[in-house]
């Protein structure tokens, strides 16, 4: 669960935050929107835990995400606290020399996974992805949506509590887009949390759900949508 209550961030004297309090409950879907500049790079990391917010004498702010409390955590537990998140990139962030089974294979490897457990959970997600017959294709060989999958694959591989998809549809066509957020939607319903980030107001209502709109650091929305509902007219007749 993400708890957020009364953070700010300020960078040289400037507020990228401002006072924000968000909650995100467990298994949720959410979407946060915002144009540049709004603060959602600020947000991401902040969860993530990049940067620390900022502490005011007599304030009651406070930040737990997945159990951790990030106003008290200590530096050497930052990799802990990432370990229990999924990262998805905008431009994917693949390893170029390394084929879809060894980027996913990747993450586990890194924090010494047993093989036994690797060679059986990595193709899991790959074939999760639609990617059964790509395992063994080098990232060049992929379409943008191909390696977007992956990088999903990635994120997902670890069995993580809270997924970030940070502008995940920033490199794709719209067709490819909706897509990839069905994909999240799909992995949302094995009850992992999933928060997406992104500018594309459009898509976001066109699948509806739970919206939060940044805007000069502030949330100014928070609620749900319906989705967009597109009726083809009947043909008049003569």
């Known amino acids: 669960m993400v708890e957020i209550n009364n953070v700010s961030v300020t960078y040289d004297g400037v507020e990228a935050l401002k006072d924000v309090s968000l909650k995100i409950n467990d298994g949720e879907f959410v979407f946060v929107v915002g144009e540049n500049g709004a603060g959602k790079s600020t947000l991401i990391k902040l969860l993530i835990r990049d940067v620390k917010p900022d502490i005011k004498k007599g304030t009651k702010s406070s930040m737990f995400v997945n159990g951790f409390d990030l106003v008290q955590l200590k530096q050497r537990r930052v990799t802990e606290l990432r370990r229990t998140i999924g990262f ?24 010494d996974a047993p093989n036994r457990y690797i060679r059986k959970r990595v193709p899991q997600v790959i074939a999760l992805m639609g990617l059964k017959d790509k395992i063994r294709s080098m990232p060049h060989e992929l379409s943008g949506g191909e390696q977007q999958r992956v990088a999903i694959a990635r994120a997902l ?20 887009s909706a897509e990839m957020l069905v994909m999240l939607k799909k992995i949302n319903a094995r009850d992992t949390t999933v928060l997406v980030v992104t500018h594309e107001h459009e898509l976001v209502k066109k699948l509806g759900g739970r919206l939060v709109t940044l ?17 083809k007219k009947e043909a008049s007749t003569v």
């Open 88 to 111: 998805v990139f905008q431009d994917y962030k693949l390893i170029p020399n390394l084929s879809v089974y060894d980027n996913v294979a990747f993450v586990l490897r890194s924090i």
């Open 157 to 176: 591989v670890n069995n993580p509590q809270l997924i970030i998809a940070d502008e995940p549809t920033g490199n794709l066509d719209p067709r490819t």
């Open 215 to 231: 805007k000069r650091g502030e949330i100014v929305f928070d609620g749900y949508i319906e989705p967009e509902v597109h009726h």
